[in-house]
């Protein structure tokens, strides 16, 4: 019997053992291609965002998993999540975009958003697909950009305490003026339990649903 495999690109280690874990929670066997590259995401703050610089090389890492034979490509990055698309002509496999589900969510949740990322490079692609995905379904809905401040520095000095408590607080403060509040970076949501409870159900952090959006796409390619 062929198990389901699945190649995932991710922008940062912190990614790799959570989906892991969800996608065989989800799918004892399923086979499971790596590709990480922790480079690109400080190159995009360095460059401001522009995904040029890193096309090439995220295209080469979706044709690899390709030629490993993969059912499917998870994109794991929002800060990369418009790589897929432009990759997709030159690959097999269907990709998944990480935090197109989760926007699909977001937009049925309410008509006030808060978008919360630790990266700058990261609130502006998920702040668009939003706004896509609202205009598309018809909606009116008003997005708040949120940057948690010192979250990354705290991470890039090794102080995951403080990174921590820099979300935290920022959730804290967006969630009584928000229907939904959007995870940008699934690292995130480690920090969700700290919230009260009444407003963790707020939160939506895009692994549970791209882990969603994969299988739908296993099922469709297996007819």
């Given at each position: 019997m062929t198990h389901p495999s699945v190649g995932i690109i991710h922008t940062s280690p912190a990614t790799v053992d959570l989906f892991g874990r969800l996608f065989r929670e989800a799918l004892p066997g399923v086979r499971i291609v790596n590709l990480l590259d922790d480079s690109i995401l400080p190159e995009l703050r360095d460059t401001g965002g522009d995904?040029?610089?890193?096309?090439?090389?995220?295209?080469?890492?979706?044709?690899?998993?390709?030629?490993?034979?993969?059912?499917?490509?998870?994109?794991?990055?929002?800060?990369?999540?418009?790589?897929?698309?432009?990759?997709?002509?030159?690959?097999?496999?269907?990709?998944?975009?990480?935090?197109?589900?989760?926007?699909?969510?977001a937009v049925r949740r309410g008509d006030r958003i808060a978008v919360m990322a630790t990266l700058p490079t990261t609130l502006r692609p998920t702040s668009d697909l939003i706004a896509r995905t609202a205009a598309a379904a018809g909606r009116s809905i008003t997005i708040e950009r949120i940057l948690a401040p010192g979250a990354y520095e705290a991470l890039m000095r090794g102080d995951q305490a403080a990174h921590d408590d820099a979300i935290l607080t920022a959730m804290k403060e967006a969630a009584g003026r928000s229907d939904a509040i959007v995870l940008a970076q699934a690292s995130m949501a480690r920090v969700v339990p700290g919230l009260p409870e009444v407003d963790r159900g707020k939160v939506l952090a895009s692994p549970p649903f791209a882990v969603a959006a994969t299988l739908a796409a296993l099922n469709a390619r297996q007819g």
């Open positions: 995904l040029s610089t890193v096309s090439p090389r995220w295209t080469s890492y979706a044709r690899i998993a390709d030629e490993r034979d993969v059912d499917v490509i998870l994109n794991a990055c929002s800060s990369v999540g418009e790589l897929g698309a432009e990759a997709q002509a030159g690959v097999r496999a269907p990709i998944v975009r990480v935090d197109a589900e989760m926007a699909r969510e």
